[in-house]
């Protein structure tokens, strides 16, 4: 008998739980991919500009630019920008371009 009088209980603190959560406002990921941010922090942390790595990336991977994201490594210290990149017959590549040095890390066919 306890055990049903406690379902109502539970079913309250799930409602509560799942209003709390649909009233909090979502994360970003610190908008790596908003130009002036990346501006700044590149100035900040001495890091080639945002159209400098647009302009590596498509030496090395000619195309259409879709997006630039400034990203902190995750394994290894530093800063890379991702260049996404639609190619002529409209394949999408990511380019990595090390934010310090300028060099181009790696070109990677985006198959999703």
């Known amino acids: 008998m306890l055990k049903a009088s406690n379902q109502p209980v539970k079913l309250l603190m799930i409602a509560l739980f799942l209003g709390a959560m649909a009233g909090q406002t979502a994360l970003a990921d610190d908008d790596d991919d908003d130009v002036q941010k990346m501006s700044e922090k590149a100035k900040a942390f001495g890091l080639i500009s945002h159209a400098e790595a647009q302009a590596k990336a498509l030496s090395a991977k000619p195309g259409v630019v879709k997006e630039v994201e400034l990203e902190r490594r ?5 800063w890379d920008y991702e260049v996404e990149i639609v190619d002529s ?3 999408e590549w990511e380019v990595y371009i090390d934010a310090k040095t300028g060099k181009v890390n790696s070109i990677n066919r ?3």
Do not use: M, Q
């Open 74 to 78: 995750k394994f290894k210290s530093g």
């Open 89 to 91: 017959n409209g394949a």
């Open 110 to 112: 985006d198959w999703i």
